[in-house]
């Protein structure tokens, strides 16, 4: 799948803009064009695009679009009658990171009028000319620039934040739960199911949402099928499938479902800002730094959740076995996230200025501090609570759980801060 898609979108753009057009931003036409047409930076999907045409009385006329047989980059689509006066044109496709793009574009007709009265003289049409008053041109780019200044809308980024909060802890639990026998604790259980259940409602809402926004109104199935067809699409649907999967094998093999529920946060890296800018480099990286954040936040929750010693009475595992063992894993986590945060916040922002000077460049720098501050957190468990959590249990379980809840509190804030982030275009991306 990741090899697939990756080679689907290795040409293309993450964010595609608007380069010209027929008839151009501003243009006054005397003639009707044999077509409209609009030339995009990068592929589109025909069936994922519209063309809305809005004339001078208000009316809004929906193109019948097409990509030109002779370059995937074109969309073309019949013109209407023509009426004299100004007309906008109103456009939508989708990037292939799965953003819906848009844009709209003016221009004037001042040629003869088809009405009752037959088409009218050349000296009307001359005057015809003079009376359309100046447009004032809009940039094609700028459309598509003001959705990701003002930022996604709110809802969708508490569903995508709180689904992947759900995914990376139920992937990252059962990480550790696969070698220690932790599942059959019935704490651990039970928010192991809610988390892998709360995933795969809050990912199919999501999938939801997004389809409604790229499919243009009116083309029903056809418009659904190719949807789900993109990178996009099949990303989330095998996303659902593979949690579905890992919820089935819960009762039967930690192992699997643990290999499962990891194959969906991996596969997550066909899809957003990494399969459309430096796929062969951003792909891995994005793979390589959701797999950690989900081991490390497994881990935390896990140390949450883990009571001090087995509930049936057995010797089965200790409390000092779990923090060895997400302890062991948890500084190769931190190396991996870091090094591979790095190679996406240089290919997504670009430039050093783009960092300050671009809404997707501050909100990178507040999640590289939220990082710097988990990694403070790391650090204080290695040299103080550990060592004094081995040497005695005097009251220091409790004060290494409460610290623990504080930092699995600041990876939720982290988290949310990348789910916006995968919903803003990145300055790199243009």
């Avoid at 019948?64 to 023509?82: C, H």
């Avoid at 009571?307 to 190769?332: E, H, I, K, Q, Y």
């Amino acid at each position: 799948m990741l090899v697939a898609v990756g080679a689907t979108l290795a040409g293309a753009a993450v964010h595609i803009r608007l380069e010209s057009s027929v008839p151009a931003a501003g243009e006054v036409l005397a003639t009707v064009p044999e077509r409209f047409e609009l030339r995009f930076s990068g592929p589109v999907n025909d069936a994922l695009s519209s063309i809305v045409l809005v004339t001078p009385v208000g009316d809004s006329v929906r193109i019948g679009v097409e990509t030109s047989a002779d370059d995937d980059r074109i969309l073309v689509g019949d013109v209407p009658a023509l009426v004299r006066g100004q007309h906008l044109v109103v456009w939508s496709t989708v990037s292939a990171d799965g953003h819906p793009v848009s844009g709209e574009f003016g221009f004037a007709f001042s040629g003869m009028a088809v009405d009752a009265d037959g088409p009218a003289n050349a000296a009307a049409d001359g005057m015809a000319v003079d009376r359309v008053p100046p447009l004032v041109e809009t940039e094609p780019s700028r459309a598509e620039a003001r959705p990701s200044e003002a930022g996604p809308p709110i809802g969708r980024v508490l569903v995508a934040g709180i689904g992947m909060l759900c995914l990376l802890g139920f992937a990252g639990i059962l990480w550790y739960c696969g070698s220690l026998p932790l599942l059959h604790e019935p704490r651990v259980g039970r928010i192991v199911r809610a988390l892998g259940w709360g995933a795969l409602l809050l990912l199919a809402l999501d999938l939801g949402r997004w389809v409604s926004a790229v499919v243009p109104p009116g083309t029903g199935l056809s418009g659904l099928t190719a949807a789900l067809g993109t990178g996009t699409g099949l990303v989330s649907l095998a996303r659902m499938a593979l949690v579905g999967l890992a919820i089935a094998w819960l009762g039967r093999s930690g192992r699997v479902a643990a290999g499962l529920a990891l194959s969906a946060v991996l596969i997550g890296a066909a899809a957003g800002h990494a399969a459309g800018i430096s796929p062969w480099i951003t792909m891995p990286a994005n793979g390589i730094h959701m797999g950690a954040v989900s081991i490390w936040f497994g881990g935390l929750l896990l140390l949450v959740l883990t009571p001090n010693r087995p509930t049936d009475g057995s010797d089965a595992w200790t409390f000092g076995a779990v923090v060895r063992a997400v302890s062991a894993v948890a500084l190769l986590s931190v190396v991996l996230i870091a090094a591979s945060g790095m190679i996406q916040s240089a290919l997504f922002v670009g430039d050093f200025a783009a960092f300050t000077g671009t809404t997707y460049g501050r909100g990178v720098l507040a999640k590289w501090a939220g990082l710097l501050v988990l990694i403070g957190f790391g650090a204080y468990y290695r040299l103080r609570l550990i060592p004094a959590l081995e040497q005695d249990s005097g009251g220091h379980d409790r004060v290494f759980r409460r610290t623990v809840r504080l930092e699995a509190i600041v990876m939720l804030g982290v988290v949310m801060v990348a789910a916006w982030l995968a919903r803003v275009s990145p300055p790199a991306g243009h």
